[in-house]
């Protein structure tokens, strides 16, 4: 199948694994995705991450081929299922990294876009190329693109098609790290280690606190956090961390 999934320790590893059209994103794909989205979420992984397979690509956006000859009502409920698995992508309740080689074009960095996390090796390229092919994005590019970098860059991207490399991806915000060449899987766990020794439910709550304030007005995001964080108190959690700290040891967190 061109979507694989793994379990190492704490770590769910999706790959897409069409190498040899650079893991373009075909339907079928999608819809694996989705399925296996939900295979992760009933999983007990605490981190998942997103690869591609093969030397030269993450993914190199949707399948063209595909995309061709279609009628209005295809396209659109084709875009419809880009969007909604993607957005299953960005609510799944344990964070998520796409560890972006080579290119990550289109419906390719869409889906790293729909990730919690992304980084970048030194010699990653990505963009949306979209225009070029007479389309706009159609998997949440136009959206979730500014929310990372701004609405000036955005545009600049989506209607030039220019690609950025990783510094220049890294210096925008569109990516959170750039690291050296290596092994895609194992670059991932490096990045994901600092995420999953803490309580899930601190974890979980202090990404909902920052991703619901994102989507609405300061104070209202207060009082997301000050509900958020009183939540958080009430955790057994808390109270391990609390007390582990005053008696100068690890806590262990049991996730309740
Ligand atoms: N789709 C299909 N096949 C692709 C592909 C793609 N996006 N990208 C690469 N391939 C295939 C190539 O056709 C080639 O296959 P063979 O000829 O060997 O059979 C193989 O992968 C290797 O590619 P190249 O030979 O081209 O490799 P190079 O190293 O020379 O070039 C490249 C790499 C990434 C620069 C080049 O392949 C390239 O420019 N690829 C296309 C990149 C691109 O334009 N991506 C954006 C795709 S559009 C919507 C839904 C979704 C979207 C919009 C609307 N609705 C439903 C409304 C989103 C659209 C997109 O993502």
Same mark, same amino acid.
């Given at each position: 199948?061109?979507? @694989?999934?793994?379990?190492?320790?704490?770590?769910?590893?999706?790959?897409?694994?069409?190498?040899?059209?650079?893991?373009?994103?075909?339907?079928?794909?999608?819809? *694996?995705?989705?399925?296996?989205? /939900?295979?992760?979420?009933?999983?007990?992984?605490?981190?998942?991450?997103?690869?591609?397979?093969?030397?030269?690509?993450?993914?190199? %956006?949707?399948?063209?081929? +595909?995309?061709? @000859?279609?009628?209005?009502?295809?396209?659109?409920?084709?875009?419809?299922? %880009?969007?909604?698995?993607?957005?299953?992508?960005?609510?799944?309740?344990?964070?998520?990294?796409?560890?972006?080689?080579?290119?990550?074009?289109?419906?390719?960095?869409?889906?790293?876009?729909?990730?919690?996390?992304?980084?970048?090796?030194?010699?990653?390229?990505? %963009?949306?190329?979209?225009?070029? !092919? %007479?389309?706009?994005?159609?998997?949440?590019?136009?959206?979730?693109?500014?929310?990372?970098? &701004? +609405?000036?860059?955005?545009?600049?991207?989506?209607?030039? &098609?220019?690609?950025?490399?990783?510094? +220049? *991806?890294?210096?925008?915000?569109?990516?959170?790290?750039?690291?050296?060449?290596?092994?895609?899987?194992?670059?991932?766990?490096? =990045?994901?280690?600092? =995420?999953?020794?803490?309580?899930?439910?601190?974890?979980?709550?202090?990404?909902?606190?920052?991703?619901?304030?994102?989507?609405?007005? !300061? /104070?209202?995001?207060?009082?997301?956090?000050?509900?958020?964080?009183? !939540?958080?108190?009430?955790?057994? @959690?808390?109270?391990?961390?609390?007390?582990?700290?005053?008696?100068?040891?690890?806590?262990?967190?049991? /996730?309740?």
């Amino acid at each position: 199948m061109a979507i @694989d999934i793994k379990y190492a320790g704490p770590y769910a590893v999706l790959t897409l694994n069409r190498p040899d059209a650079l893991n373009a994103l075909q339907f079928t794909m999608i819809e *694996a995705l989705s399925y296996t989205l /939900d295979q992760v979420a009933a999983s007990d992984a605490r981190a998942l991450i997103v690869t591609g397979a093969g030397p030269k690509a993450f993914c190199a %956006g949707a399948d063209i081929k +595909e995309l061709m @000859d279609r009628d209005l009502m295809a396209q659109r409920l084709g875009a419809q299922l %880009g969007q909604r698995t993607f957005a299953k992508l960005a609510a799944l309740r344990i964070p998520s990294v796409a560890v972006l080689h080579g290119y990550a074009f289109g419906g390719g960095l869409e889906l790293a876009m729909a990730c919690t996390f992304r980084i970048a090796t030194i010699k990653a390229r990505m %963009g949306l190329p979209e225009i070029k !092919l %007479g389309l706009i994005p159609g998997y949440g590019g136009t959206q979730r693109l500014p929310r990372l970098v &701004g +609405e000036a860059r955005a545009t600049e991207l989506v209607m030039s &098609g220019r690609t950025v490399d990783a510094i +220049e *991806a890294e210096r925008w915000g569109l990516v959170n790290r750039v690291v050296p060449e290596g092994e895609p899987e194992e670059l991932g766990k490096t =990045f994901m280690a600092d =995420f999953v020794g803490y309580s899930r439910c601190a974890s979980l709550f202090a990404r909902e606190a920052v991703a619901r304030g994102m989507a609405t007005t !300061l /104070d209202e995001g207060l009082d997301i956090e000050a509900d958020l964080s009183t !939540l958080a108190y009430q955790t057994a @959690d808390a109270a391990e961390g609390m007390r582990a700290f005053l008696q100068k040891r690890t806590p262990e967190f049991k /996730d309740a």
